[in-house]
Nanobody, 113 residues
Framework: QVQLVESGGGLVQPGGSLRLSCTVS???????MAWYRQVPGKQRELVAR???????NYLDSVKGRFTTSRQNVKGAVYLQMDSLKPEDTAVYYC????????WGQGTQVTVSS
């Protein structure tokens, strides 16, 4: 059973930055990983994806502001979030890109002045 642990969230002012981390208990070699976010009452949405060769793609609303990366040997995935906006407020999760693993607890990101 793969376990996912997200961390790094918090309260930040608009325009600020946060770096989220995700640790996977199993291997991530050969697996496309992704970051998702969810706001209460809305569906979870895919924010960023990173393939095994480190190709990335992003939700249009975060392009140019968010950057995802990975360290396979550590089983870790990261999300650098810059120029944060109030609409980025959500609980952020990581998973593989087909979200077949059980979800972790996520990490809350709140962007507010």
């Amino acid at each position: 059973q793969v376990q996912l642990v997200e961390s790094g969230g918090g309260l930040v002012q608009p325009g600020g930055s946060l770096r989220l981390s995700c640790t996977v208990s199993g291997t991530i070699f050969g697996i496309t990983m992704a970051w998702y976010r969810q706001v209460p009452g809305k569906q979870r949405e895919l924010v960023a994806r990173i393939t095994t060769d480190r190709s990335t793609n992003y939700l249009d609303s975060v392009k140019g502001r968010f950057t995802t990366s990975r360290q396979n040997v550590k089983g870790a995935v990261y999300l650098q979030m810059d120029s944060l906006k109030p609409e980025d407020t959500a609980v952020y999760y990581c998973n593989n890109d087909t979200s077949t693993w059980s979800w972790g607890q996520g990490t809350q990101v709140t962007v507010s002045s």
